[in-house]
Every structure is written in structure tokens, then in C-alpha cells.
């Protein structure tokens, strides 16, 4: 059975201080699409039990998979258990998967661990995947953009075609001061190929080779199917 990594944030404010987290739909999705298929394992930068955004608790009360994740019990355990970064071996998996929220920007792009962990999963042929605010990670930065690159020390995005979260959808829901950058324009200044749904909040999934993208919530269950569809392919 193929593995999968699941990494989540481990901030749990915004630069105004608003609480924020991982975002519930975005892991919850994913998780019980590749669950049955797959072994996964949750990892953040501080390890266990990584801050939920309370904010995708209350706008996805009624979201059955939503539901499920927060009072599954094997769930519970997974996250109460997550494992630090800096503890995970890139060679017990064969993808990892980067949740949304708008903590991943604040934590993310600058953890040389997380960093590290992307160009292992990159350079090994991997699949390297994230939703939303979770595209966020793989633009990771220590100082002068430098980025997870590959082995010839190019950004993953290069040349590739990603998406994530979009300039629209941020400044729709006022949130453009809570964030360090935007990610559209990131990914762009990277060297990628920036696409987006043709209008906000619809769903958007790119496969570029090994990376994975999804633009917002509603591309997660996308998301989680395009990683199946690619694991069981090399199988």
C-alpha cells in the first residue's frame, strides 16, 4: 500500500493576529479519498496536535466528510500524533501533500525543514502536492527567494504550471493584510505558470508531471483524486 504524507501548519495567527490554522475541508477531503487506498501520516512544523482555522469549522458544520474528520477517532489519533518535520524520512513515502489555510503562509515558505523535505520528495520523483493556501509551502524561501528547488537548484515552478489560492479570492474575502504575500503573484515570481478557475471559489486542479495543485476549498476532493490517480499509476 502506497503512503502519504499530510503536512499541516502549525500557526495559529495571522499577521493582524487572527486565528487561523489548517483548513478543515481541505485535509478532510483528501483524507477519505485516499484513506482506503493509501497509509497516511500527519506532520507539522512543531508536531502534534496542529492548529484547526476555527473560522472552516463554523463555515463547514454542514459538510458531511468535514463532520466525519473532526469526530473520527482514528483521526483524532493521527493528529494528536503528528509527527514534527524535522522527524519525518522523505524515504517512507511517496507523496506529501501540503493543507491549505492561511497558517501555511505564515509558517511554511520559511522552514528550512519543510524545504528540505519538498526538494527530497522533488529530486526522488515523488509526488509533491498541495491545495489552496498548502501551494504556499512549496514556494518555501529562506532569504532572496531562494525556493524548494530541484537538483538543478531551479524553483519547482519553473516552467511548471501550478495554482493555489488566488489574488481575487484573497482581497473577496479581505484577507490580503493577514498574509506575508500572495501567492498567485509568488508562483508567478518563481517562474511558474499561474492558472485559475474562470471565476472564484470554483474548482481548479493542474497535474504538472509530479506536482499536484489545487486552487481553493473546492478543489480538494480534486486534489486527493489526482494523487490516488497518480499513485495507483505507478503501480
Avoid at 524535522?86 to 515558505?109: E, K, M, Q, R
Avoid at 493542474?206 to 489526482?226: E, F, H, M, R
Wanted: hydrophobic residues 40%; charged residues 20%.
Amino acid at each position: 500500500m502506497p503512503s502519504v504524507l499530510i503536512v499541516l501548519t502549525s500557526a495559529d495567527k495571522t499577521l493582524t493576529g487572527a486565528q487561523t490554522g489548517w483548513f478543515l475541508p481541505e485535509a478532510a477531503h483528501p483524507y477519505y479519498i485516499l484513506a482506503p487506498h493509501a497509509s497516511i501520516d500527519f506532520a507539522a512544523p512543531k508536531g502534534p496536535n496542529p492548529p484547526l482555522a476555527e473560522e472552516s469549522v463554523q463555515m463547514y458544520s454542514e459538510d458531511e466528510e468535514s463532520v466525519r474528520f473532526l469526530n473520527d477517532e482514528a483521526v483524532k489519533a493521527k493528529l494528536a500524533g503528528a509527527k514534527k518535520l524535522s522527524d519525518i524520512d522523505f524515504t517512507d513515502y511517496d507523496a506529501i501533500f501540503y493543507v491549505g489555510g492561511h497558517g501555511p503562509v505564515i509558517d511554511l515558505p520559511t522552514d528550512p525543514v519543510s524545504i528540505k523535505l519538498i526538494q527530497q520528495f522533488w529530486d526522488s520523483g515523488k509526488i509533491v502536492s498541495a491545495v489552496c493556501h498548502g501551494s504556499a509551502g512549496l514556494t518555501g524561501f529562506c532569504s532572496a527567494l531562494t525556493s524548494a528547488v530541484d537538483a538543478a537548484g531551479k524553483s519547482i515552478f519553473i516552467g511548471r504550471t501550478a495554482t493555489g489560492f488566488s489574488n481575487a479570492e484573497e482581497e473577496d474575502l479581505n484577507t490580503v493584510k493577514d498574509i506575508p504575500f500572495l501567492l498567485e503573484d509568488r508562483i508567478i515570481q518563481l517562474g511558474g505558470t499561474y492558472v485559475k478557475a474562470d471565476k472564484i471559489w470554483e474548482e481548479k486542479i493542474v497535474v504538472d508531471g509530479n506536482l499536484i495543485t489545487g486552487q481553493n476549498p473546492a478543489s480538494a476532493a480534486g486534489v486527493g483524486k489526482a494523487i490516488l490517480k497518480a499513485l495507483i499509476d505507478r503501480n
